[in-house]
Each structure stands twice: as C-alpha cells, then as structure tokens.
C-alpha cells in the first residue's frame, strides 16, 4: 500500500511539474519578454571584433551615503536575482549598480567569445568607468565570487570592500576532476528543461525541499530551453563552464587587499564535475565549511560569517540571515 501511495505520489508530481514548464512562456535570448525590478540599461561594447550589448540595472537611493555596491551574479542567474538585496542596499543609502555579464541575462549572447574572468572584470571596470564611479564594494555569489576576486585582483584601486556569497572556485577541481570538453558541456545544456533545472536546484541548493519562491528562478532558467535561440544560450553556457573550470582564482586569495566579507551557508556541496568522478573523490568536493575556513585564513583582512543549515543560495534561502552581517560588514 505504501509503495502504491509513493509512486501514486510520484505520477502526481510529474503531471504537476509538467503542467508548469507548458505554462512557462518561452524567452528570447535576451529575455526580452521578462521584466526586471528596476530599470534596465544597455552598455555597447566591442569585444573581439562583436558589438555586444550589457544590460545593467543602477538602483539609485532616495538618501544617498554616498556609497555604491556592485552586485555580481551567479551561473545559473542573471542579475534580478538581487531584487531583495539591491533594495535593502538603496533603503540603507547604496547606489546598487547590477550588470548581467555576456552571456547571461538580457546581455548579448556571442556566437563566438574566449571567454575569461579577466574580460568579464575588465567588462563591469568598463561599466563602472561609464557611471562614473572610481570606488565601490563588490560582492559575488557563486561563480560571481570568483569574477568578484578577480576583479578585486585586478582592480584593487576601486575595490573598497570585497563580499564572497558562497563562492565557487575554492577549490581546484582540475586536480580531481577529468577535463570535459565544451562540446560535451554544450550536448548536456541542450538535454535541459525545467524538470532537470528544478531537480538539481533542490537538490544542490536546497537539500532536497522546494519552496514556491524559488520556483520563479528555476522557471526563469527554463524559460529558454523551448526558445528558437536556445541553441544559442546553451553555446555560452558551455563555454562559460569551461571558463570556471579552467581559471580557478583560489592561488591568488593572498594577493587581495581589501577587506573581505566571507558568508558561507553551511550545508553547500557544490562542486563543479562531481558527477564524473568515483564516490570516494566525490566525498572530498565542496566541502564549504573546510573550503571557507581555509579561504578565510588565505586571504588578508578576511571575515569569515558562516550560516548554518543554509546551503548554496543564502540571499534567496535565509534571507535574514545574510542581510545582516552584509550590511553590518558595509557600515564598518
């Protein structure tokens, strides 16, 4: 009776979910059909001999501290993601400028790009260079923490204060991880769709269990995979992958200079390859409450705020419990 009662439980929320990704209208490539929480502008820039486009949204405060924070988003996110945080910020005094990077987002989608986190830095310098703004904090999440240490690397004159959110890359995974092609990145983005977008979420995210409010991101993400152009997306995730996986930033974590804000939900195992190595390896990956402790210790002037039980996502997950020490961080 019970296995009857689970499959039963199974069908129903197959038919659900089903249900959903045929009512999730389908995205241009630039996400022109979904709307942002603030305004969105467009910087043109000529990259490797394409003129490509960067959306960015610049929240401007109502009482101004005279401050600005740049918000750096993740892989698998764009940059409205950061509705919350952003307006928490401007309410505080912040200027909140947040670009989606190429690739992502509203931004352009090149057919053809080398991609590194030095252009991806050298992109947002060049943002920030066109608003006029010399000094900012800089906080990444995800693969934006490791764009925001590069960036911090890079630009240490502008960078006043650094803030990782679970980053990725604190660890090398080449050493343990075989190497894996674009091209095979790219046959596993186009097998995508909300049912396997929402799994690995609640799986790698959020331990298993599923909230309404996250289902706007996995639907987000979805969005794009019934698109003409999602051949196109694919294509720049892949390459995308192949730029996190090959360009760890974690040997130079003593180079920083700024005063660094570490915030580290506790129960993250996010490994980039996990799935491609033995059960033993796969034990030793993406172990954040190691990896944090060992990336505070590495990088000079280095808080380090862990979260318990919150995994990946702490902005979106336990909402509360990030905002606090970020703004008591930015307020020192």
Request: glycine residues 6%; proline residues 6%; charged residues 20%.
């Amino acid at each position: 009776m019970k296995k009857k009662l689970y499959i039963l439980a199974i069908v129903c929320l197959s038919l659900i979910s089903s249900r959903i990704y045929a009512q999730i209208p389908a995205q241009d490539i630039t996400l022109s059909g979904y709307k942002y929480p603030f305004p969105v502008h467009f910087l043109k820039l000529q990259i490797q001999g394409q003129a490509l486009q960067m959306a960015y949204m610049d929240v401007q405060p109502s009482r101004p501290n005279g401050k600005t924070v740049v918000l750096l988003h993740g892989k698998n996110f764009c940059g409205a993601y950061w509705d919350s945080t952003a307006a928490d910020l401007s309410n505080n005094g912040y200027r909140v400028v947040i670009p989606d990077q190429i690739g992502f987002g509203k931004s352009s989608k090149p057919e053809h790009l080398q991609y590194s986190f030095q252009l991806l830095a050298q992109n947002t310098k060049t943002l920030l260079d066109s608003l006029h703004i010399t000094k900012t904090a800089v906080l990444g999440h995800s693969m934006g923490g490791m764009l925001a240490t590069r960036f911090a690397l890079m630009y240490p004159e502008v960078t006043e204060k650094l803030i990782l959110e679970n980053p990725i890359g604190l660890e090398d995974w080449k050493v343990k991880v075989p190497y894996q092609s674009v091209d095979k990145w790219y046959k596993a983005e186009l097998q995508q769709n909300y049912e396997k977008i929402k799994q690995y979420m609640m799986d790698s995210y959020y331990a298993g269990k599923w909230s309404p409010t996250y289902d706007k991101w996995a639907q987000l993400q979805a969005s794009w995979t019934s698109s003409p152009d999602y051949s196109l997306v694919a294509w720049n995730s892949a390459l995308t992958y192949d730029m996190i996986f090959t360009q760890p930033v974690l040997y130079e974590f003593q180079n920083v200079t700024a005063p660094t804000l570490l915030i580290i939900g506790q129960r993250d195992r996010t490994a980039l390859g996990k799935a491609n190595v033995p059960e033993e390896v796969r034990k030793t990956m993406g172990n954040y409450p190691e990896l944090g402790n060992n990336a505070a210790k590495k990088i000079p002037h280095a808080t380090l705020v862990p979260i318990e039980g919150v995994g990946h996502l702490p902005h979106i997950e336990a909402y509360t419990k990030f905002i606090a020490p970020l703004l008591k961080f930015l307020q020192e």
